[in-house]
């Protein structure tokens, strides 16, 4: 495999938030997100989330090409909205890290590359002093209508890799949909302990 999976931090972030906004913007189209992209909310989010002190992208490479990448950051970094169900919770805001996104075009899927995103984010997670990590999954009916026949739910590779839901704790979260509008949607807050 000629693919390379490293972390990318400081100063270095703002080189590969390009290929990130692609990703997002490709990966997230495709169920369950259905997320119609869009370039300068892209840009907007991703400066935030690269001047956020101890953020990381994880960039997986085919050669020279960005095919993949994940991020995560300390919580206490990003906006409120998402600290506020972790600390209802009872999470200390200051030793969680939130994991944002992982997302790799689907000709690399399969060979081992989510797994290195994760142990990247959570040995940054570590280096931070972070006591839990934590991510979001969107909320989808079983039976929605856009849900592709082969689609594989993540929720047993994230059991595997010690990730669970935390009953009850979720937020909500605007986006445009493809082949719709504006739509709030719910998300499920994933925890473990790191
Ligand atoms: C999440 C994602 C990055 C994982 O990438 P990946 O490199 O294929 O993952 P891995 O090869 O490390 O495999 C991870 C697990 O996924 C499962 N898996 C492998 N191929 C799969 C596929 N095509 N569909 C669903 N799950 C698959 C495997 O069972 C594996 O678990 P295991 O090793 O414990 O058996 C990738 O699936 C993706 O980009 N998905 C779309 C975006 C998304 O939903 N991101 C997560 C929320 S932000």
């Not at 805001?93 to 790799?104: D, K, N």
């Not at 590779?157 to 509008?181: E, N, Q, S």
Request: hydrophobic share 45%; proline share 5%; charged share 20%.
């Amino acid at each position: 495999m000629s693919v390379t999976v490293a972390p990318v931090t400081g100063a270095g972030l703002v080189d590969v938030i390009p290929a990130l906004a692609r990703l997002r913007i490709a990966v997230f189209r495709d169920f369950p997100y259905l997320y119609d992209g869009d370039a300068d909310y892209e840009a907007d989010y991703l400066a935030d989330f690269a001047a956020a002190e101890g953020a990381v992208i994880v960039v997986a490479r085919d050669g020279t090409e960005i095919v993949g990448a994940a991020t995560a950051a300390p919580l206490g970094t990003q906006d409120t909205a998402w600290q506020a169900p972790l600390a209802t919770a009872g999470f200390d805001v200051a030793r969680t890290f939130y994991f944002g996104e992982s997302v790799l075009f689907d000709a690399w899927r399969g060979q081992g590359i989510g797994h290195a995103f994760f142990d990247h984010r959570e040995a940054q997670a570590r280096t931070h002093g972070a006591s839990h990590a934590a991510f979001c999954s969107v909320i989808r009916a079983a039976d929605h209508p856009a849900r592709p026949v082969d689609h594989r739910p993540l929720n047993d590779f994230w059991r595997r890799r010690g990730y669970g839901p935390l009953d009850g704790v979720t937020t909500w979260f605007d986006w445009k949909t493809v082949g719709g509008g504006e739509e709030r949607h719910e998300l499920q807050y994933w925890t473990r302990r790191l």
